[in-house]
C-alpha cells in the first residue's frame, strides 16, 4: 500500500515514514529492536500474487543522470537479492521470488505542484502492460499525494512516501508503484541521499505489490463481502508486508529503513525491510530459504482507506 510514517487503519497500500545506524550485518534473525509478535502476523486470503514481477522504473521530468543509475542499479540488486528473497520465500511456498527490470524510461512535459492519484494513474496505461509493473518516479519539488484534487488525503509534506495501485484497461490489469523524490520537508528522509530514500520506498511498494497486487480492488469494493477474497498476504492487526515493520518502528525509522550487504559480495542496497512471520517481525537477509507460512482465517479485517 502506501508508504508513510503513520497508523494503517483499515486496509492500506503506502508507505509512510515511523533509526539507529545501517545495519549491513548479513543476519539470520528477527531485526534486535522488536520482540515477536506473531499476533500480526501476514495471512493469506487467497488473493492473486506475483511470484515474478516485470518492472520498469519511469523517471519524470528533471532527473540528474547519476541518481537515475544509482537508483536503476540498487533497486535491481535489491529485488534480486538472494538473502532478501530467502525472506519472501515463506509466502510463496519456500520458492525465492524473481524480478526482471526493463530499461529505464525519462519522460519530459508539465509536471504539477501537487500530483494527485489522477495524474498518476492516468500515465500507467500507456507506460505498462498487463501484469507489469511501472515504478513512477517524481522529480524534487513536486508534492504527491494519496487522493484526487479536492479531496483530503495523505500527502508528501506530511510523511507520505509512495504508494502502489492497479490500473484496469481493456487489455487487462497494471500495476504501478509511485515515490515522490524524497528528502528533507518531502516524503520519507531517512538516509544520506535522496535516492536512497526512494530505492527504500520503491522496495517496500514492490514486495506489496508482489504479495498482495490486487488490495486496491479490495478498497474499492469497500463493504462488499467479497471483497476480502481480493486480499492476498495480509495482517488483519498491521497491514501489508511492509506496513507492519514501519508502524512498529515510529519515530526510529532507521531500525526497518537500512543499507543491507548484498549476497553476492557487492556492496549494499538500501530498503525497508519486511515482515516475517517465520520470526514474528522486520527481518533482515537470510541464509536460508524461510519455509511456507501457514495460511490462516481472514476474519477481522475491514475494506477501508489505503494508507501504510
Keep these: 500500500m502506501s508508504t508513510f510514517t503513520a497508523a ?7 508507505a509512510v515514514a515511523p533509526a539507529t545506524s545501517a545495519s549491513r550485518v548479513y543476519a539470520d534473525a528477527r531485526a534486535a529492536e522488536f520482540p515477536a509478535q506473531p499476533d500480526l502476523n501476514m495471512q493469506n486470503f487467497g488473493g492473486k500474487t506475483l511470484e515474478h514481477l516485470t518492472v520498469t522504473n519511469v523517471f519524470i521530468g528533471t532527473w540528474d543522470a547519476t541518481e537515475r543509475e544509482h537508483l536503476d542499479q540498487s533497486l535491481t540488486a535489491a529485488m534480486q537479492d538472494v538473502g532478501l528473497n530467502n525472506v519472501l520465500a515463506q509466502y510463496f511456498e519456500g520458492r525465492r521470488p524473481t524480478t526482471e527490470f526493463r530499461a529505464s524510461r525519462v519522460l519530459d ?13 492516468g500515465r500507467i496505461p500507456w507506460l505498462g502492460a ?3 509493473v511501472v515504478c513512477l518516479c517524481l522529480p524534487r519539488g513536486v508534492v504527491l499525494v494519496d487522493g484526487e484534487e479536492g479531496e483530503p488525503g495523505p500527502d508528501s ?4 512516501g509512495g504508494y502502489h495501485g492497479s490500473v484496469h484497461t481493456p487489455e487487462g490489469t497494471m500495476y504501478y508503484a509511485v515515490s515522490v523524490y524524497s528528502e528533507r520537508g518531502n516524503g520519507i528522509d531517512a538516509f544520506d541521499a535522496s535516492w536512497k530514500n526512494i530505492c527504500a520506498i520503491l522496495y517496500h511498494e514492490l514486495c506489496e505489490v508482489r504479495t498482495d497486487p490486487d488490495v486496491e480492488d479490495a478498497i474499492r469494493a469497500g463493504r462488499d463481502p467479497h471483497a476480502l477474497d481480493l486480499l492476498g498476504w495480509y495482517s488483519p492487526q498491521g497491514g501489508e508486508i511492509g506496513d507492519i515493520p514501519m508502524e512498529l518502528a515510529g519515530g526510529n525509522i532507521h531500525a526497518v529503513m537500512q543499507e543491507v550487504a548484498l549476497s553476492n559480495g557487492s556492496g549494499t542496497a538500501p530498503v525497508q525491510l519486511m515482515w516475517s512471520n517465520a520470526v514474528g517481525g522486520p527481518e533482515g537477509p537470510v541464509k536460508r530459504r524461510r519455509q511456507p507460512a ?15
Aim: aromatic share 4%; net charge positive; glycine share 10%.
Design 294 to 308: 501457514a495460511s490462516s482465517s481472514s476474519a477481522g479485517v475491514q475494506a477501508g482507506t489505503h494508507r501504510s
Design 157 to 160: 509534506q506530511h510523511g507520505l
Design 109 to 121: 512535459g508539465p509536471l504539477p505542484p501537487r500530483a494527485y492519484k489522477s495524474f498518476v494513474e
Design 130 to 132: 498487463p501484469d507489469e
Design 8 to 14: 494503517a487503519p483499515h486496509l492500506t497500500r503506502v
